[in-house]
C-alpha cells in the first residue's frame, strides 16, 4: 500500500515557474515509478510525466515537455514537478499517483491546486 501527499500549489502569475512536491508513504509496496496527472476544470484528469524510481527514467506529456521535469529522491521517498512558462490554461488539480509495475496506476494522492493567473 501507499500513501501520496502532494505539496508546493499555488497561484502563480503566467509566465512564471512552480515546484510540486510529493511525499510517499510505503507499506510493502515496491514503486516502480511515480508520476504526475492533472484535472483542470470541466476536463478529464490526464497524465504529465513520470519518473521510474530505479533508474529515474522521465517520460512526459508531449504538450508540456518542454516546460516540465520531474526529478525524485530515493532517500526521501519524494518526487518533484517542476513547471516553468505557467499559463493561465494549466490551473487544474495536480495529482501524484505510484504504481509497482508497468500496469496501472495503484495509488493517489488528493491533488495540489495550481491556479495560473493572467
Known amino acids: 500500500q501507499v500513501q501520496l501527499v502532494e505539496s508546493g500549489g499555488g497561484l502563480v502569475q503566467a509566465g512564471g515557474s512552480l515546484r510540486l512536491s510529493c511525499a510517499a508513504s510505503?507499506?510493502?509496496?515496491?514503486?516502480?515509478?511515480m508520476g504526475w496527472f492533472r484535472q483542470g476544470p470541466g476536463k478529464e484528469r490526464e497524465f504529465v510525466g513520470q519518473?521510474?524510481?530505479?533508474?529515474?527514467?522521465?517520460s512526459y506529456t508531449r504538450a508540456m515537455r518542454d516546460r516540465v521535469s520531474i526529478s525524485k529522491d530515493n532517500a526521501k521517498n519524494t518526487i518533484d514537478l517542476q513547471m516553468n512558462s505557467l499559463k493561465t490554461e494549466d490551473t487544474a488539480l495536480y495529482y501524484c499517483a505510484a504504481k509497482s509495475t508497468e500496469s496501472n496506476w495503484e495509488g493517489w494522492g488528493k491533488g495540489t491546486q495550481v491556479t495560473g493567473s493572467s
Open positions: 510505503t507499506l510493502g509496496f515496491k514503486i516502480y515509478a
Open positions: 519518473i521510474t524510481w530505479i533508474c529515474g527514467v522521465t
